[in-house]
């Protein structure tokens, strides 16, 4: 499985941006979405099941962040609005081989990795 994630980009604080995230191969799993700041841990933003049926978010981003999938296309995608600063990362997605009907959040659950698409917020 490849994922490629896009969508990134700068935009001013309050604004919104959507990240998408294609699949190759197999895709009937779970995936999830992750951001790294600079000198930080990778941390879990959200995840969806395969079917698009139940998705779980970090408890900081629930009403501003949205997992959706489109399976027809491979694509999951992640919808940010009223952006702040300090959601400034780098964020990927990420596909988790052994989960379809959960909504992994630990970053050790997941087998494959995107390359990251830059996010940045400005004041």
């Known amino acids: 499985v490849q994922l490629v994630e896009s969508g990134g980009g700068l935009v001013q604080a309050g604004g919104s941006l959507r990240l998408s995230c294609v699949a190759s191969?197999?895709?009937?799993?779970?995936m999830g979405w992750f951001r790294q700041a600079p000198g930080k841990e990778r941390e879990f933003v959200g995840s969806?099941?395969?079917?698009?049926?139940?998705?779980d978010y970090v408890d900081s981003l629930k009403g501003r962040f949205t997992i959706s999938r489109d399976n027809a296309k491979n694509t999951v995608y992640l919808q940010m609005n009223s952006l702040k600063p300090e959601d400034t990362a780098l964020y990927y997605c990420?596909?988790?081989?052994?989960?379809?009907?959960?909504?992994?959040?630990?970053?050790?659950?997941?087998?494959?990795w995107g390359q990251g698409t830059q996010v940045t917020v400005s004041s």
């Open positions: 969806i099941n395969w079917s698009g049926s139940r998705t």
């Open positions: 990420a596909a988790d081989k052994t989960a379809t009907w959960d909504t992994p959040s630990r970053r050790a659950l997941y087998d494959y």
């Open positions: 191969g197999r895709t009937f799993y779970a």
